[in-house]
């Protein structure tokens, strides 16, 4: 399993952060969006889009940052 995540600014809000878990054939497994600034979270446990898109943009992430954010109320 990989994690990784990608930001982009959200006017008034902060940094968005969104954080794909993948598998080993590049397939998007779970993805959530966090936003830094308001702590809102979104989370898609069965995302539309299941192949991850310029994967080159993305920053590695750790599968316990995943699940801190996944898990959290």
Known sequence: ???VKSSQI????GYAWTYYEVDDKGTVLRQLT????????SRV???????LMR???????SDV???RLWDAE
């Not at 446990?45 to 192949?51: A, G, N, Q, S």
């Open 1 to 3: 399993m990989q994690y």
């Open 10 to 13: 959200v006017p008034g809000k």
């Open 34 to 41: 966090h936003i830094d600034g308001t702590g809102e979270i």
């Open 45 to 51: 446990p069965d995302p539309i889009v299941k192949k």
């Open 55 to 61: 994967p080159e943009l993305c920053q590695p992430a």
């Open 65 to 67: 940052e995943f699940a």
